[in-house]
């Protein structure tokens, strides 16, 4: 839930205009990036709390202290809400996580740099103020009651409406932490191919990073709560989406199903105005309650585009969306795994052959069972863990053919070590965690943050 685009104020006269905006996104090779995105909870070392938004150990005066760095202040009216810099964004969850959209680069080093400094720089900041941060799926102590809520005009929209389509949206917003990486596409064959790619394999993802098996300081008998918290959060705006691999899917089939997405808000003049449930096809049509006769801008379908949650979600680019928040080689690791998979043509065609005869039954179980069971998952005659060591040999094999060297020689394949090592011994981070919590923590899980903060 990044800070929305500029404002683009351009009148929305069909559905043709929004097919062209995401074509848009069409681009030659050459001009592919990398653009990766990880979210981290801040506490107070004192007691492990989070941060509030006010005070002294607060999320403002951790976002102040940043601007020494030369970010930007962005705000909502007089509220600062964010950070930006060189095309990238800090930003803010519900519950106070701190989310680096990152700016988009050309390759796995120049990702692994940018991350090591916004650590730097938030470890600088968190350092004075008492307080530090965190990489985790799931909250692994606090109570939905217990964590404070950020001063966002969306998110108190979100709040009223997410208890009236699933019974964990609050905790998704205000519990979970995740890393993603938004990659490009050259066409629209190559976005399709692609995406069906992506969203077969996010299970794999989601075992790979599994890391949230703690919920209010026990295990919670998943590796991933956090991609369990998805299963039951809005079916309107969730999942994955059958119909991609459907026949005929392409931009335009996209934007049908963005279309048919409730609406959370209209943001007017600093103000989000309350949609929640309504249609955006009304919106266009002049016939959205609360605003008659007003139809919506480009601004306005950028911002609707957020509000779809699916395991992998197109907008100019494509995001994938189903990887827990983590350590360091969790945030490299990721966007090593689907460069290797996606920007390589022989990779994709081997990745596309592994999962094409996959049927809709078979991705569905994967998603409802990988969050509880992880690489142990059965699928066919073998388990995730299988397909897990298949996807990183394919990845492998699509980063030492794209070459890309740093200065001491080492081209992207190393950024898959740490995934390797995790599929080989059939142990997700979820299930190191849970080792440490039975023995060197003996049950008390406040030694997850003197082991785990970054």
């Known amino acids: 839930m990044s800070i929305s685009a500029a404002v683009n104020a351009e ?7 929004l097919i062209a905006c995401i074509e848009k996104g069409n681009k030659s090779a050459a001009d592919w990036r990398i653009g990766t995105e990880h979210e981290k909870f801040a506490f107070a070392w004192k007691d492990y709390t989070r941060l509030p938004y006010e005070g002294e150990t607060g999320i403002r005066a951790l976002l102040e202290g940043l601007q020494r760095f030369d970010w930007e202040p962005v705000r909502e009216k007089e509220t600062l809400i964010g950070l930006k810099k060189n095309r990238a964004v800090v930003s803010l969850e519900p519950g106070g996580q701190l989310e680096l959209s990152g700016a988009p680069l050309e ?3 120049q990702t692994c740099d940018e991350v090591h400094a916004h650590l730097a720089e938030a470890e600088a900041v968190t350092k004075e103020m008492g307080a530090g941060l965190i990489g985790l799926g799931f909250d692994p102590k606090w109570r939905r009651a217990d964590v404070p809520w950020m001063p966002k005009g969306r998110y108190k929209i979100m709040r009223e409406y997410m208890p009236k389509m699933g019974n964990l949206g609050l905790d998704m917003m205000l519990r979970t932490c995740t890393v993603q990486v938004n990659l490009d596409f050259s066409s629209e064959d190559d976005m399709v191919k692609k995406f069906r ?15 949230s098996p703690f919920t209010e300081g026990l295990p919670n008998g998943f590796k991933s709560w956090r991609a369990n918290v998805w299963r039951d959060t809005d079916p309107d705006r969730t999942g994955m989406l059958p119909f991609v691999f459907e026949e005929g899917f392409g931009f335009e089939r996209w934007v049908d199903y963005i279309l048919d997405v409730p609406m959370y808000f209209v943001y007017r003049e600093g103000v989000y105005l309350d949609a929640s449930g309504q249609s955006f096809r009304d919106f266009m049509d002049g016939n959205l309650a609360g605003l008659p006769g007003e139809t919506p801008t480009m601004s306005d379908w950028a911002d609707h585009m957020t509000t779809a949650f699916p395991e992998v979600r ?6 994938m969306r189903g990887a827990d928040g983590g350590t360091w080689n969790s945030l490299c690791g990721l966007p090593a795994f689907w460069v290797g998979l996606l920007y390589d043509q022989t990779a994709l065609d081997a990745a596309w052959d592994l999962v094409r005869d996959w ?5 569905d179980a994967l998603r409802n069972s990988v969050p509880q069971f992880g690489f142990a998952t ?4 073998g388990t995730v863990r299988d397909i897990a060591l298949r996807a990183i040999k394919i990845a492998r094999c699509g980063l ?3 070459n890309v060297l740093d200065k001491a020689g080492n081209d992207e394949t190393g950024f898959l070590s740490a995934l390797q090592d995790r599929a080989e011994a059939g142990m997700s981070p979820a299930d190191h965690l849970l080792n440490d919590f039975q023995t060197k ?3 008390e899980i406040d030694r997850i943050w003197k082991d785990c903060a970054y």
């Not at 009148?11 to 205009?17: D, N």
């Not at 992506?198 to 599994?210: E, G």
């Not at 049927?359 to 991705?363: A, V």
């Open 400 to 402: 030492s053919s794209r």
């Open 11 to 17: 009148p929305v006269r069909s559905k043709a205009q």
């Open 107 to 109: 390759n796995i080093h």
């Open 441 to 443: 923590w003996n049950g």
């Open 197 to 211: 790619v992506a969203l077969a394999l996010q299970p794999i993802a989601t075992a790979l990073f599994a890391n």
């Open 314 to 319: 197109l907008k100019t680019f494509l995001e």
């Open 359 to 363: 049927t809709m039954e078979e991705r």
């Open 378 to 381: 059965p699928f066919r005659q």
